[in-house]
């Protein structure tokens, strides 16, 4: 998986393991999930280009290295990605954040936008794609072509977990796309959750089961 990015940090998979047990409470867990997004998107942005500008530091004239200019815009999938965002902003807060909604249809499994909004300048900026669990890849591959449909032409995704199949499914339909993970798990169970998994991202972030 070329464009897959592992995430084996030591400090990813040890906030990971907490946020994987079921005796973790809502508090420990959303603190998790801000730190390891955190820490994702530190390793996600390696690549953002840098130039050299002029300062002067209480000693001397130097040279130093700044961000060359990029627009970056993080875009979570409603609702467990908002949990991610905090952690996110934190190391870019100038970043300007969309909200995706997508639910999946009961009869035909398919993804169904139901919210949708957008910096106006997205085409011009960099996107991360917030999913945290990437099971099927079919709700992650309908956000990214909703980007691309918009102009978005560099995007990332960026989950806590996923699947092989979901993987495979979101690669095929955009190959260009890279895919930051913390960790690729078995597959889906009978209900559709991840396993071993965390549970439901959104219930144990927002404390609603």
């Known amino acids: 998986m070329a464009n897959v990015h592992v995430m084996d940090h030591p400090l990813i998979l040890h906030k990971l393991s907490l946020m994987r047990d079921s005796q973790t409470g809502v508090k420990e867990f959303r603190e998790a ?95 991360i794609v917030i999913d945290p669990m990437v099971a099927t890849g079919g709700s992650a591959a309908a956000a990214l072509q909703i980007l691309k449909d918009k102009g978005v032409k560099n995007i990332k995704l960026m989950c806590l977990l996923s699947t092989p199949t979901g993987l495979e499914v979101v690669q095929k339909a955009h190959p260009d796309v890279d895919i930051f993970v913390a960790a690729i798990d078995e597959g889906l169970n009978e209900h559709g959750y991840i396993v071993p998994g965390l549970g439901d991202a959104g219930d144990r972030i927002f404390g609603t089961k």
Do not use: N, W
């Open 33 to 127: 999930t801000r730190e390891i997004a955190m820490l994702m998107c530190y390793e996600a942005t390696r690549d953002l280009p840098l130039k050299t500008i002029q300062i002067e530091t209480p000693l001397a004239h130097a040279k130093a290295r700044v961000i060359s200019g990029k627009k970056i815009a993080f875009v979570p999938i409603l609702r467990a990605g908002l949990g991610m965002v905090d952690g996110m902003l934190e190391l870019i807060p100038a970043a300007k954040v969309g909200h995706l909604g997508l639910y999946r249809d009961p009869e035909t499994l398919q993804p169904v936008e139901y919210y949708c909004k957008l910096p106006v300048d997205i085409a011009d900026r960099d996107v």
